[in-house]
Nanobody, 117 residues
């Protein structure tokens, strides 16, 4: 049974930090490219970051570049998103997903991040 379980969301102040985790099971995590998405209230899904399965070098949306760092631990089958210098505009539900042949086939349930003073 495939599972992606996000955790680490919560309330942060502007300028603060949070670290999200995405624990994967039921598929070969090490061979899978993993992505982070987010959805702000009343808005569509926004791609945030991608971590390739092979060389591991992440890519980022311009809106988070320089503030967010994505990484993975294949031994733990876990994807991470370190979020620094948080802004109110980062408020959203954050999802992890597996990218497989140009589509996203497995999704987590999401974790809420709220940035507010």
């Amino acid at each position: 049974q495939v599972q992606l379980v996000e955790s680490g969301g919560g309330l942060a102040q502007p300028g603060g930090s949070l670290r999200l985790s995405c624990a994967a099971s039921g598929f070969t995590f090490s061979g899978s490219t993993m992505t982070w998405f987010r959805q702000a209230p009343g808005k569509g899904l926004e791609w945030v970051s991608r971590v390739d399965s092979h060389w591991g070098g992440p890519s980022y949306a311009d809106s988070v570049k320089g503030r967010f760092t994505a990484s993975r631990d294949n031994a733990k089958s876990t994807l991470y998103l370190e979020m620094n210098s948080l802004e109110p505009g980062d408020t959203a539900t954050y999802f992890c997903a597996r990218e497989w042949y140009y589509r996203y086939d497995y999704w987590g349930q999401g974790t809420q991040v709220t940035v507010s003073s």
